[in-house]
């Protein structure tokens, strides 16, 4: 079993910036992949960004590339998304969730976490 808790979500202006953060239970972290996923009121949830157990590969949604980046501390169990240059496009719940899958490509994940919300103002 695999807990996640993500924070950091708020309200900002467009052009500005927010890093999220996941925090993880357990000592399988270092062995997991990691992932990001985001759902605007009325939509489908969507993947937004995934980074290998190492920290080595990363995988994005196109419209995210350049403005955002995933990373990982191992050893604080803990999974980033630093979201720069935002647009409210980009308004929705973010969620963490991890799979051990190694494969960044496919998005079903095993354990996710509660969201939080961004909101991007115009």
């Known amino acids: 079993q695999v807990q996640l808790v993500e924070s950091g979500g708020g309200l900002v202006q467009t052009g500005g910036s927010l890093r999220l953060s996941c925090a993880a239970s357990g000592r399988t972290f270092s062995s997991r992949t990691m992932g990001w996923f985001r759902q605007a009121p009325g939509k489908e949830r969507e993947f937004v960004a995934a980074?290998?157990?190492?920290?080595?590969?990363?995988h994005y949604l196109d419209s995210v590339k350049g403005r955002f980046t995933i990373s990982r501390d191992n050893a604080k169990n803990t999974v980033y998304l630093q979201m720069n240059s935002l647009r409210p496009e980009d308004t929705a719940v973010y969620y963490c969730?991890?799979?051990?899958?190694?494969?960044?490509?496919?998005?079903?994940?095993?354990?996710w976490g509660q969201g939080t919300q961004v909101t991007v103002s115009s």
């Open positions: 969730a991890t799979k051990l899958s190694v494969v960044l490509t496919t998005y079903q994940y095993d354990y």
């Open positions: 980074i290998s157990k190492s920290g080595g590969s990363t």
